[in-house]
């Protein structure tokens, strides 16, 4: 079982940046791939960026790849996200994620565990 809360969220303008971060809980961590996804209203759950288990290989969405930079402390159980040069249509609800071992990154579906969600808002 994996238990994980965000922090980091809230309101920036137009080109300015913001780190989310997600602590996890249990002692399996460094087995967990590790997932960020995002939310808004009236729209489905889309990936925005992972790091798997075995290797720390990243993977990011088209419309984040070269701005956002997912890592992870497999000592510290906790999983960042930095968002850098970020865009009005980067707001949403952002999620923290965690499937044990290796998992379709990009699918919500394929993992089990969910942070709560952290809201950032994007101002133009």
């Known amino acids: 079982q994996v238990q994980l809360v965000e922090s980091g969220g809230g309101l920036v303008q137009a080109g300015g940046s913001l780190r989310l971060s997600c602590a996890a809980s249990?002692?399996?961590?460094?087995?967990?791939?590790m997932g960020w996804f995002r939310q808004v209203p009236g729209n489905e759950r889309e990936f925005v960026a992972a790091?798997?288990?075995?290797?720390?290989?990243?993977y990011y969405a088209d419309s984040v790849k070269g701005r956002f930079t997912i890592s992870r402390d497999n000592a510290k159980n906790t999983v960042s996200l930095q968002m850098n040069s970020l865009k009005p249509e980067d707001t949403a609800v952002y999620y923290c994620?965690?499937?044990?071992?290796?998992?379709?990154?990009?699918?919500?579906?394929?993992?089990?565990?969910w942070g709560q969600g952290a809201q950032v808002t994007v101002s133009s």
């Open positions: 249990g002692r399996s961590f460094s087995s967990y791939t």
């Open positions: 790091v798997s288990w075995d290797r720390g290989s990243t």
């Open positions: 994620a965690a499937a044990f071992g290796t998992v379709a990154v990009t699918a919500t579906v394929g993992y089990p565990y």
